[in-house]
């Protein structure tokens, strides 16, 4: 894999950092998107000692700005081999007629077309090559629907769906598509869902929660697959948990 180029959105945080830190001590060479750029920053330096990183400041909600961010990456940092597709948060959690449409908004703005601008930005020139690797990061919550979770269930049901659609229409040119669906992981994603309410603070109390670290290494054996191996699809759960709303808490 040492040499290979992959971009990863959201890679400021929680799964997509962690994915860029296993990705760089394999020599994998990285482009990393996300909107904090002191984060992005930061995290840039701290990767430089494994590989080289190229940033890009952005949000995956503004469609120029993405396709801008794209044409800005240097040759050094192309062809992009591996596409993960992991910007994405849950906004709210409210009974249907409760909620609120600027975090519906968000959710299908960020979590369903954010992954759509990147994919049309990056698939054509893999198309041309006949050759790359596209990991969409779905959820649990793309195959079941819990209570409250309408319109996040909804953005990964869609993710779901986009990522069989990518295979088949992908599958002559050779080009791998997959999904990654964890449960419960402890990153900053129920922060951003209860927007800094306490309430975040209890949904990884009482049981072991999936790490991010544990799905970066997920992610790394998926691309690391020999190319006739595609992994079309994964469902991880911590061991306390056995769907989205039975978890063995203490
Ligand atoms: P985090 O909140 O820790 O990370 C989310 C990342 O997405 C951040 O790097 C954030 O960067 C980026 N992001 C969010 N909105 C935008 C935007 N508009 N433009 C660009 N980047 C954006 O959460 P996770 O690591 O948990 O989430 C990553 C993915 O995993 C998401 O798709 C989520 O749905 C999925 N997932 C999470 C699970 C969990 O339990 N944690 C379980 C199943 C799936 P920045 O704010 O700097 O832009
Ligand atoms: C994140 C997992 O159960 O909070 O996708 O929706 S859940």
Redesign the pocket.
């Known amino acids: 894999m040492k040499g290979k180029v992959a971009l990863i959105?959201?890679?400021?945080?929680?799964?997509?950092?962690a994915t860029a830190h296993e990705f760089a001590k394999h020599g994998i060479k990285l482009i990393i998107?996300?909107?904090?750029k002191e984060?992005l920053e930061a995290i840039c330096e701290a990767l430089e000692k494994d590989t080289d990183v190229f940033q890009l400041n952005?949000?995956?909600?503004d469609k120029e700005a993405t396709f801008k961010a794209m044409e800005s990456i240097p040759d050094e940092f192309k062809p992009i081999d591996i596409l993960i597709n992991?910007?994405?948060?849950?906004h709210g959690l409210d009974p249907i007629h409760e909620g609120s449409i600027d975090d519906w908004d968000a959710m299908m703005d960020?979590?369903v077309k954010?992954l759509l601008y990147l994919s049309k930005a990056i698939i054509p020139d893999m198309v041309e090559r006949k050759e790359g690797h596209i990991i969409n990061?779905?959820?649990?919550?793309g195959k079941e629907v819990y209570p409250k979770g309408n319109v996040y269930c909804a953005s990964?049901h869609a993710v779901l769906a986009i990522t069989v659609g990518m295979r088949i229409d992908l599958n002559p040119f050779g080009i791998r598509v997959s999904s990654i669906?964890?449960?419960?992981?402890e990153?900053?994603?129920s922060k951003?869902r209860f927007k800094g309410d306490d309430k975040a603070n209890d949904v990884y109390k009482g049981y072991k929660a999936l790490q991010?670290e544990d799905i970066a290494e997920i992610i790394y054996f998926t691309v690391s697959r020999p190319p006739h191996v595609t992994i079309a699809d994964m469902l991880i759960f911590p061991t306390a948990q056995a769907n989205s709303t039975t978890i063995n808490k203490t």
């Open positions: 959105t959201g890679a400021t945080s929680g799964i997509g950092r998107c996300g909107r904090r984060r952005f949000d995956v909600r992991n910007a994405g948060n849950a960020i979590n954010g990061i779905g959820s649990s919550a990964k669906c964890p449960g419960l992981v990153t900053e994603f951003v991010a």
